[in-house]
């Protein structure tokens, strides 16, 4: 492993810290409180439930990730927040 697709530490600490704000405190698909996992394909935090569906889905469309058990790699991170950027800029 090359020291660039080394897990990030800082990178899940910016997600926890994004997950803090009110606007994602509740799942992206049911409205379910306090997600614990995002889709980095997506840009979105999700509950325990509707990571199941995203999972089934194939990670070739929404590759979930745990908040918590995960560490993410730069590339998702970086990934993830372009797409949550996006989202918000359009008020998704
Ligand atoms: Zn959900």
């Known amino acids: ?3 660039q697709e080394r897990p990030s530490r800082a990178s899940t600490r910016k ?3 994004l997950l803090h704000k009110s606007e994602n405190r509740i799942c992206a698909d049911c409205c ?5 996992w995002a889709s980095s394909t997506i840009g979105v935090f999700i509950c325990i439930k509707c990571c199941g569906v995203h999972r089934s889905l194939g990670t070739h469309i929404s590759k979930v990730l745990s908040l918590t058990l995960d560490d993410w790699s ?3 991170m970086s990934l ?4 949550w950027k996006l989202l918000r800029q359009f008020n998704l």
């Open 15 to 17: 997600l926890k810290e």
């Open 80 to 83: 993830w927040l372009r797409w």
């Open 74 to 76: 730069e590339e998702e």
């Open 32 to 36: 379910a409180p306090d997600p614990k």
């Open 1 to 3: 492993m090359s020291v």
